[in-house]
């Protein structure tokens, strides 16, 4: 290309803007970026026509996509931080890890002994026992505490994040509370069970679904205690009474 036909203006900004659309680097950046090639070129300019000045510099740079694919890793490696970061945050991760390591070993040993007899956990997933079970505790927990000591307590379960003493004992009896509305509702589940049973005792082949649906829930109530309510409670009793002598006590605290 003759220098008289090569548009210095033009080519950086088809350079620039390859870099722009990307949305990656500020603007601040983008600038930066302008000037140093602008210098690197009426440096090479003693020496080189104007295209090849241009070709050179932008070459020691680093092409468009060179520069782009380092700020993406940048990037990249910067929302990681902010993700670690926010979860740090937000979540107490050793009382997380713990958590999942106890249902992945409890629910690894429940299904893998169903697996041994033959069955498999698609037969226990089932929404209708679910929402009697697990809906009926929520609708009594909202009945029986304010909503936002429900909401706090949850909150400081899926977290693990530090409390006051007054705030672990909350969640302590929302938790407790809630295993044992799991166990009404539950119940209620197998009532609408027999109940279903009874209406179909001329029609046999609808007996099974009935029984069904009242064994799933007593399933569901069962798991619901075993791995949300009771470690729950038990968990923020010992952060609320950490002495071994005071826990001993915490039960009639935290009915007071």
Same mark, same amino acid.
Not at 49 to 60: K, V
Not at 159 to 187: N, Q, W
Not at 246 to 252: D, K, L, T
């Given at each position: 290309?003759?220098?008289?036909?090569?548009?210095?203006?033009?080519?950086?900004?088809?350079?620039?803007?390859?870099?722009?659309?990307?949305?990656?680097?500020?603007?601040?950046?983008?600038?930066?970026?302008?000037?140093?090639?602008?210098?690197?070129?009426?440096?090479?300019?003693?020496?080189?026509?104007?295209?090849?000045?241009?070709?050179?510099?932008?070459?020691?740079?680093?092409?468009?996509?060179?520069?782009?694919?380092?700020?993406?890793?940048?990037?990249?490696?910067?929302?990681?931080?902010?993700?670690?970061?926010?979860?740090?945050?937000?979540?107490?991760?050793?009382?997380?890890?713990?958590?999942?390591?106890?249902?992945?070993?409890?629910?690894?040993?429940?299904?893998?002994?169903?697996?041994?007899?033959?069955?498999?956990?698609?037969?226990?997933?089932?929404?209708?026992?679910?929402?009697?079970?697990?809906?009926?505790? #929520?609708?009594?927990?909202?009945?029986?505490?304010?909503?936002?000591?429900?909401?706090?307590?949850?909150?400081?379960?899926?977290?693990?994040?530090?409390?006051?003493?007054?705030?672990?004992?909350?969640?302590?009896?929302?938790?407790?509370?809630?295993?044992?509305? $799991?166990?009404?509702?539950?119940?209620?589940?197998?009532?609408?069970?027999?109940?279903?049973?009874?209406?179909? #005792? %001329?029609?046999?082949?609808?007996?099974?679904?009935?029984?069904? %649906?009242?064994?799933?829930?007593?399933?569901?109530?069962?798991?619901?205690?075993?791995?949300?309510?009771?470690?729950?409670?038990?968990?923020?009793?010992?952060?609320?009474?950490?002495?071994?002598?005071?826990?001993?006590?915490?039960?009639?605290? $935290?009915?007071?």
């Amino acid at each position: 290309m003759h220098k008289d036909s090569f548009d210095l203006e033009f080519s950086l900004s088809q350079f620039l803007n390859k870099i722009a659309d990307k949305k990656l680097v500020s603007r601040q950046r983008l600038e930066e970026i302008e000037s140093h090639l602008r210098d690197e070129i009426d440096d090479l300019q003693s020496h080189h026509e104007l295209p090849e000045a241009f070709n050179i510099a932008c070459t020691r740079f680093g092409s468009s996509e060179d520069i782009l694919s380092q700020y993406e890793t940048i990037f990249k490696n910067r929302r990681l931080a902010q993700l670690k970061n926010f979860l740090s945050y937000y979540f107490d991760g050793r009382f997380v890890m713990r958590i999942l390591t106890g249902v992945i070993l409890g629910l690894g040993f429940i299904f893998g002994g169903m697996a041994i007899e033959g069955g498999n956990a698609h037969s226990v997933m089932r929404l209708t026992p679910f929402l009697i079970t697990v809906g009926g505790a #929520l609708a009594g927990l909202i009945i029986a505490y304010p909503t936002q000591h429900v909401f706090r307590s949850f909150a400081i379960a899926m977290t693990g994040k530090p409390a006051s003493r007054a705030e672990y004992i909350d969640a302590s009896r929302v938790f407790k509370s809630f295993g044992d509305f $799991a166990v009404l509702s539950g119940l209620v589940g197998v009532i609408v069970g027999i109940m279903h049973v009874t209406r179909n #005792l %001329v029609n046999p082949e609808q007996i099974g679904p009935g029984v069904y %649906v009242g064994l799933v829930c007593i399933f569901y109530t069962v798991m619901l205690k075993l791995f949300v309510c009771n470690p729950m409670h038990d968990s923020f009793v010992s952060k609320a009474y950490p002495s071994r002598e005071s826990r001993e006590v915490a039960p009639v605290h $935290a009915k007071s």
